[in-house]
């Protein structure tokens, strides 16, 4: 099993506009959770603690292989969901690891 950590600041001029991309991203994560072959868990969340080092979004996910998360990386749900959210996204930070 590999984790998959991504963790993201979302664009916005205010805290509302930010909010709202965040529950964007949220939902079009969602909608592929068990779409995707080897995806074992999907969790996405919004940060809470709004203090100023923190990140906005994170997706944590569990892939069943090194190949099963090379294989999301280029499906076409996950393409689709990426390309929709283009814009909104303004920082990425990611970790991938074995437990």
């Not at 979004?57 to 749900?77: G, T």
Request: negative net charge.
């Amino acid at each position: 099993m590999i984790k998959h950590i991504v963790m993201w600041n979302v664009l916005g001029i205010d805290a509302a506009e930010r909010q709202r991309n965040a529950l964007c991203i949220k939902a079009a994560f969602e909608g592929i959770r068990y779409r995707i072959p080897g995806l074992l868990k999907l969790e996405i969340g919004i940060d809470q603690s709004h203090v100023d080092y923190a990140c906005d979004v994170v997706l944590y996910s569990e892939f069943e292989s090194l190949q099963a998360l090379a294989e999301y990386a280029i499906h076409p749900e996950h393409t689709r969901v990426r390309q929709a959210l283009e814009g909104l996204r303004i920082t990425r930070h990611q970790v991938d690891y074995i437990p």
